[in-house]
């Protein structure tokens, strides 16, 4: 049975007994300048409002990350409502937190983007939104004109009713729509060959804000008496303040005030990142000018003598003994034993760093029992979580509101900086806006885990891979949480599922945690980014050490169409047809087979991640000096069905650069236990130069299911990348990033 | 007391005069447009147009704006309802993602194409050079010509 809206909302607002029952369903009229009696408009649900003048206000429960969601949900309500586009605005909605007897439910569903789900996880939801609101307008129009249902139906922000001839306007219809009972069921849905709206090119929402400046993200907020703070972190990793000297500091101009901040204790988990001191102060300059003055003593700690060079050493070493298995599939000893030929090669992936173009940044305003948080977060349940932990407010009294955000990328699916925000406000009683500095975020991150990779394979007379096993030491993001068992560290780490489990059927996966104090988190696509480049890295290797060509070996490994189990993120299936297909095209579009001159090569890869279907094909050239150029990328993407293309185009082209800027040059390192890198000066993001002209992007649409995409454009990017090198020039790259490695050839 | 011109106004900022002109536009003036990404020059997420060059803001202590002309995003359109070409250029491609990069962008673009007004890729690739961390720069580059039509077409219709 499919799910209906009234049983979403029921599960929603029955928890908490009869007061919130139905308050979805007979929609709560949001006060928002609409009158909800006949002819003035009115608002039907809490996610539609109908204004007298026949414009419609749809509400987006979701961060806006760049991502396009704000534009993608708005339009799978405005489909099935049946309004058109160029009527519709979009406004923001704060987070829906309500209390119930056994705790809190989220009256505008659930609110959150990580893993490429904001669009999966309102697919239907949104749509049914959308056609509840269009169902009660035909029910409205039908009381009116005494008829039956079956003869009125809508068009483009009209109900006709068939009999007296006439069309309505939904806004003379609103008020009347809103004071109806809800139906017990969500009407039908259309079908996907009736979109005049979704899987087509629409006004992107915001889009003009953006480009005249009037777009707000949370560093842009100001309250009446507002003040600015920043925080001098602890610059060693888990180290603490001993003691401060603010004397110099509180003589700047402009400072106010100037306090410690407890950070946790090494080990804790993470509410905040760092211990450190507090400057608050009438501007964000004098604010950090304070920090500059502070003469700061700082405890060292437990973690003062880490450095990259030991923790990679370290993982060489755990690679040498024997780790957790943690799938074993078929007779994998017995399989590698009887192999014609044993190939086994280490990669190396760096920490990086997530870098969203916005500094963190948090807007708090604590007073006695409530508290107003404004924040550029992908998890504002978790900022009202964090502003709780630190004010000890009840969450019901914690009001969030979320704004656009210069980039989310899984740095903002923490909420440290709203918790550090709150800290602040609380203890100086005055609304706050925390501003980091390009500095505090590189060094201050959940950075993305390093780890070395060995991948083995063994391989028969035919060619043909008959044993395979992925051993990785790393560091594992899942560290220093509350609940997770230390033989549990491998989960984030290593996906078991992925390509080429069940296809290689003696298949062994085996982890050895590492640690280190850099804290850990969630970076676009996490572990994808990994396991594709080192198992398509591999499978290139196998192909050339065994005589086969890479790309045929590649279609042979994924074959048909089928549907495999798949227990990860993006299951329950993964159908490594949907890669042949993408594989084929890519192939087939950069002309792979083509003979190219000395020192130009392609390479291909293709990766399943969290759902969706992605495959590169790049062109690079390398000079005799080792200068490599990209001289064309062809990438395609199979998301089911594309809801908003012009947002799948973006995501696969800026996914597609986010993989090669990281490989290109990233790599956050530490040495005596600080994180050596500050800005962009030595974190160095790709520019437009360094993207080649030549770079196609297409959508292969596959069936009426559509997937996330922000995430499915970067796993095969960097391996397509380093494949591409060695067709160029012979030079197998392991070790990421590429830094300056070809200039040593 | 420093005095400047900012979007066609005279403004008073009597605040300390090494404050760079980026936190004297957004938290002095309320012009948040103008963006800050790394405070060292390197992103270009604040550029303005300083006299009627593009310039990241940043570092530039007010104390250097004295009687200076500053524009920011927010004045590039002569009004609400003309956008510059090159805002109409980046709304046409749909450039954004994020959007926070953009307005510098934009400005940056703006300058470049008045010396530049039919800029090859590789007059583009050494110019502009700021960065956008969602990877836009596929239709940055569409938008940079497009703009470039469009500022012709406008001049030869004046
Ligand atoms: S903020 Fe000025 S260049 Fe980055
Ligand atoms: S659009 Fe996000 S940084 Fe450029």
Known sequence: MTRTLLQLSRRQFLVGGATMAGGFVVGLPLGLGAD???????????FVEILGNGKVVIGSNQPEIGQGVRTALPMLVAEELDVAWEDVSVRPMPLGIVKTADGYTWKYGGQGVGGSTGLTNNWTYMREVGAMARHQLLRAAAEKFKVSLDDCSTSRGHVFCQSHKRAIPYAELAGAAAALDMPDEAPPLKAIADYRIVGKKQKTVDARDIVTGKATYGIDTQVEGMRYAVIARCPILNGRVRSFDDADARKVNGVLDVFKIDGPMPGEPYIILASGVAVVADSTWSAIKGRRALKIEWEPGPNADDSSTRFWQENEAALETNGQVVTDDGEFDNAMASADKIITHRY?????????????????????????????????????????????????????????????????????????????????????????????????????????????????????????????????????????????????????????????????LEYFHNAIGLPRGSWRAPAHTANAFVIQSFIDEIAHETGQDPLQLRLAMFGEER???????????????RLTRLTKFVAKEINYDRKRPAGTGVGIAAHFTFGGYAAHAIEVTVDKNGELRIDRIVAAIDCGFAVHPQAVQAQLQGGTIDGLSTALGLEITVTDGRVDQSNFHDYPLMRIADVPVEFETHILPYDDIPTGVGEMGIPSAAPALTNAIFAATGRRIRDLPLGAQLKSM | MISLKVNGEKVRFDGDEDTPLLWVLRDHLGLTGTKFGCGIGQCGACTVHFNGRAQRSCMLPVAAAKDATVTTIEALSAGDHQLHPVQQAWLDIDVPQCGYCQAGQIMATADFLKRNPDPSDEDIDRDLSNLCRCGTYVRIREAVHHAARLARKESNDD
């Open chain 1, 36 to 46: 909800p009696t006949v002819g003035n408009g009115g608002t039907i649900g809490f």
């Open chain 1, 348 to 508: 190396r992936v760096p920490f990086v760093s997530h870098a969203p173009l916005e500094p963190q940044n948090c807007f708090a305003h604590v007073t006695e029992n409530h508290c107003r948080i404004i924040a550029p977060t992908q998890m504002p349940s978790g900022a009202s979580r964090a502003a709780n932990a630190v004010t000890g407010i009840p969450r019901e009294n914690i009001e969030v509101e979320f704004t656009r955000v210069g980039g989310g990328f899984g740095r903002r699916l923490s909420n440290d900086y709203v918790a550090e925000a709150a800290l602040i406000s609380k203890q100086t009683g005055w609304p706050i806006k925390l501003q980091w500095t390009r500095e505090d975020d590189m060094q201050h991150d959940f950075y993305r885990p390093g780890g070395l990779h060995e991948l083995r394979a063994g391989v028969d007379a035919d060619g043909n891979v008959t044993a395979w096993t992925q051993r990785l030491a790393s560091a594992s993001k899942h560290y220093r949480r509350p609940n997770k068992p230390d033989d549990g560290l491998w989960e984030p780490e290593l996906y078991p599922d992925d390509f080429p489990r069940r296809i290689v059927e003696n298949f062994r």
């Open chain 1, 563 to 577: 549907e495999l189990p798949y227990d990860g993120h993006g299951g329950p299936t993964f159908n490594p047809g």
